[in-house]
């Protein structure tokens, strides 16, 4: 599966973004996609996932109620809905596919990555 992200950028607190992750290749094998962050000197974290077929989300704590994500399947494309950013949501963002059946939240259970794309939120 290869994954190509977009829709970063610059904004400032307050505003919002969209991200779009277009999968291509073999994207019947996907049973999650997620979006995860990684700011500079930091770890990669998981930010939100959704199913593919049955469309069930999970959000961190810290984006919840902020952050959306959707899929469109005849698009083969998952969006994040980025609202209220805040200075500390500035990372790179990267979207990534797993195949693995069931609840998948930890990076070594996603297989495919796209290239990661920069949020930066202004204060």
């Known amino acids: 599966v290869q994954l190509q992200a977009s829709g970063g950028g610059l904004v400032q607190a307050g505003g919002s973004l969209r991200l779009s992750c277009a999968a291509s290749?073999?994207?019947?094998?996907?049973?999650?996609m997620g979006w995860f962050r990684q700011a500079p000197g930091k770890e990669r974290d998981l930010v939100a996932t959704?199913?593919?077929?049955?469309?069930?989300?999970y959000y961190v704590d810290s984006v919840k109620g902020r952050f959306t994500i959707s899929r469109d399947k005849a698009k083969n494309t998952v969006y994040l809905q980025m609202n209220s950013l805040k200075p500390e949501d500035t990372a790179v963002y990267y979207c990534?596919?797993?195949?693995?059946?069931?609840?998948?939240?930890?990076?070594?259970?996603?297989?495919?990555w796209g290239q990661g794309t920069q949020v930066t939120v202004s204060s």
């Open positions: 990534a596919a797993s195949r693995r059946l069931g609840f998948v939240v930890r990076l070594d259970e996603f297989q495919d």
């Open positions: 290749g073999r994207t019947f094998s996907i049973w999650t």
């Open positions: 959704i199913t593919w077929s049955r469309v069930t989300t």
